[in-house]
């Protein structure tokens, strides 16, 4: 008589699993059409729309003198001052500022009268230009005749440095394909065993020799294969239809799939904290949104953590889908590979060490 085959039964329970989970509304849901919807309204808004001239001043601008009060003045630019150059060029690559405007006065007597220099951001050239209608006619304001000499009171020089444009969706699409791993593997993760338990259908498996890691290994081999398969194309869509910036192609495509893959693992051990914990079937959502709703809101899903007052960033930097926004992010726009994101992976596995340690405390199988 042949011994039974536990990996014939892990092939068998993968299956039945991803039938169970294609055929689920909620995992269709949280899994790609959640995601998706606010990747369309933020892709199709753009990085468009009425908004400021946000002109930075360097350290060695000339506050003083009648020109610079002149823009001072005109509406449209946003004025702020940085003495960080790192900042400066980061603010201008992710086009959160327009241009780095110097003027210096030179002394009475030399020509031309003033020294411009505008340091201008790739995504925005056409504001950049708009500045720089803006000084000349400040500089004719000074003197209505002086259009005809214009060249002899200041030169302009412009400069558009050519870096990568960070648009919104280089933004947006990795917190929603995060927030859609996190989500995915809590509900889940936490229905499956609640309900399996409830129907007693992990008891009848008892009585049959498949071994409880592979009822565990199959559910996760089966939720890893959909979420990963959600994440390809929540990917996919983004950078076709939105330009979303992959900088290696396929090589950071995989590099996000394995960042996807390891976040999977961590989040479920959520799930099955919570599957335990749960009483009925109803308590699982307020458990569930517990722990997805704050990291949704507070995790760099929608706004840097930096935006966030100085208080409440501690709170966010603890959070795990945090470290997974920010590796994808830093993978897809800035090129880094896994080794690069090394810092933010560790402390995932952390909180999946853990995360699974109070579920072999909580697990219950009958």
């Known amino acids: 008589m042949s011994s039974y085959s536990n990996f014939k039964a892990l092939k068998a329970l993968v299956k039945a699993s991803l039938q169970s989970i294609a055929k689920s509304p909620s995992a269709i849901v949280f899994g790609i059409a959640f995601p998706m919807i606010f990747i369309l309204v933020f892709g199709f808004i753009g990085d468009g729309g009425q908004s400021p001239i946000r002109v930075i001043t360097s350290p060695g601008n000339d506050s003083a003198n009648a020109l610079y009060a002149s823009l001072r003045q005109m509406p449209g630019i946003e004025w702020s001052s940085e003495a960080d150059t790192a900042l400066i060029a980061r603010l201008l690559a992710e086009g959160k500022a327009t241009a780095v405007l110097t003027i210096r006065r030179q002394p009475a007597g030399m020509a031309p009268q003033y020294l411009i220099r505008i340091n201008g951001a790739p995504g925005q050239v056409e504001k950049v230009h708009q500045l720089e209608s803006m000084i000349r006619d400040a500089l004719i304001r000074q003197d209505p005749g002086i259009a005809v000499r214009i060249s002899q009171l200041a030169s302009i020089d412009t400069e558009i440095r050519e870096v990568r444009r960070f648009r919104s969706i280089d933004f947006i699409l990795p917190g929603q394909l995060g927030f859609s791993l996190l989500a995915g593997s809590i509900f889940g993760t936490a ?18 020799p498949v071994r409880r890691g592979t009822i565990l290994l199959s559910e996760g081999i089966a939720r890893m294969c959909f979420q990963l398969l959600s994440a390809l194309i929540i990917i996919i869509v ?39 914990l749960a009483r009925n079937e109803a308590s699982i959502p307020p458990f569930a949104n517990l722990i997805t709703l704050p990291q949704f809101l507070l995790a760099g899903t929608f706004f840097p953590v930096e935006s966030f007052p100085g208080w409440l ?42 995360i699974y340690f109070i579920a072999g405390r909580v697990f219950k199988w009958e």
Not at 239 to 254: E, I
């Open 191 to 208: 229905f499956v065993f609640f309900n399996m338990r409830q129907t007693l259908v992990l008891k009848r498996f008892f009585a049959t």
């Open 238 to 276: 983004g950078h076709l239809a939105f330009g979303y910036t992959l900088v290696h192609g396929v090589v950071t495509v995989l590099n996000l799939l394995v960042l996807s893959m390891i976040s999977i693992l961590v989040f479920m051990g959520f799930g099955f904290t919570i599957s335990g």
């Open 313 to 354: 960033q501690p709170f966010s930097r603890a959070l795990p889908l945090t470290y997974l926004n920010d590796a994808m992010r830093k993978v897809a726009f800035d090129g880094a590979g896994l080794w690069d994101v090394r810092l933010e992976i560790l402390i995932l596995l952390a909180w999946g060490v853990l």
